[in-house]
């Protein structure tokens, strides 16, 4: 239909010009261009938009995706005009997360980030703008935490990724001293100098294993949402696992319906409804992945002070304007725990809501600016 409505604007545009010239009063050749330059503007703006500018918003239909991204689900909510324009609008959201996961994966060996950890000691490297991005918001959060959250943890990371994958063979399989010890020297975020003016980054010691596992999805998650800004779609729920982020909300409704886990006044955990709008909400914790050995959960998330997966049984939920703040806050404030991570978040104005699993009943703490609820 949009493209009916366009040949009809260009025949129309022929028509215009042509009548002008038999109209009673003189137009004069400079009116009849800018006319001209105004109906070639509006004929682009119509193939730009693929005509839904000219449909009602209240008459957009919802539109949902998932696909496999990023090693997780990757979920698009959002209303658009017509079935083939969320096709497309999908379809450039995919293939951008598609472009990202090939900068940042430490699963994939040729990306940039596996290039980069391979790379010379004391070599610059120049790297591309996302990967520096990220780089930057991960080393000053580092500096912020003092190492609690650190994207050079990656051989730590990788050992406990590691067991949890054997043990699925062989229950009795166990880290060794050694084993946690040679891969804890490897770690260190000072190790990773950045260069703001030429965007290069040096690695000063060797065998570092960076993972961007804490703040990838983030970013990610936060340009799908730039492409549908950029598309003309500002009604969107974009999720990748455990980071959301949603743009306005559906028409008529206050927000985005999102489930959070909260405990009641006798400590049951229970799904709990809030509706969010132009915010990201990122979680973290080991409800999900982790490994238990004699008794002792160990969480996906280490820490990299020690190299030890996470014991300490908590569950963090960030709300911030940007995806990429609130996946990695939510993983740092994991590895500070309930006492640092809170005032972490005060200092910062965080909007965080801590749960704690570990001793006896379950607990929720809010951060003072949590308005989550
Ligand atoms: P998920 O991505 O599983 O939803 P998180 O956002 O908390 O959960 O990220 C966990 C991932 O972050 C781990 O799988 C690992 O790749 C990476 N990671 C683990 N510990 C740390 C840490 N202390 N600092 C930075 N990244 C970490
Ligand atoms: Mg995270």
Redesign the pocket.
Known sequence: MGRFFLCEIIGERVQVIRSFNRLPYRVSDRTLRVVQVFIFFLTLLVFSTGCHVFTPESKWQRFEYVESEMG?NFKLKFYASSEARAERVAKSVYSRVEELNYIFS?YEPDSELSRLSRAPVGVPVKVSGELFEVLLI?HKLSQQTRG????T?GAS?RLW?ELRREREKNPDKVLSLDQLRSAQKRVGFNQLKLNNNNKTVTLTAPDLQL?????A??YAVDEAMQILKRKGINRAFVAA???ILVSRAPLGRSGWKIEIRDVDEFGNIYPRTIYLNNSAL?T??DT??FVEINGTVFS?????RNGIGLTNRIQVSVISASSTLS??Y???I??LGKEEGLQFAETRKLQVLIMELAEGVPRVTPSRYWKGW
Request: glycine letters at 14%; one cysteine or more.
């Open positions: 997780v430490d991960a609690a959250f650190d994207v943890a990371v990724r993972d961007l596992g804490g703040i999805k983030g696992s455990g980071d990122s973290s914790g999900e992945q996906h998330i280490v820490d990299p996946d990695c939510a993983t740092a994991c590895v």
